[in-house]
């Protein structure tokens, strides 16, 4: 069973100045904190000597599952 992230409202003005409806902006924040938890899963992952093309790899590869 997945959990869905927990999303909280911008707190910049530049987001809150973008006319998108407000489901629309949750499902958008949604999916940016999946990636962001991805992102950092993949990241704690590699070893030290990674680089940048071996996290893409890896990212893509995640993002795919």
């Known amino acids: 069973m997945t959990q869905e992230p927990q999303v909280a409202?911008?707190?910049?003005?530049e987001a809150?100045?973008?006319s998108i409806p407000p489901e629309r902006?949750?499902?958008a924040q949604a999916h940016v904190a999946i990636?962001?938890?991805t992102a950092?899963?993949?990241a704690a992952d590699l070893p030290l000597g990674a680089d940048v093309d071996d996290f893409r790899?890896?990212?893509?590869?995640e993002a795919r599952r």
């Open 25 to 27: 902006r949750r499902a």
């Open 16 to 18: 809150s100045d973008l």
């Open 9 to 13: 409202e911008p707190k910049s003005s």
């Open 35 to 37: 990636l962001a938890a």
């Open 40 to 42: 950092a899963k993949v």
């Open 57 to 61: 790899r890896i990212l893509m590869a």
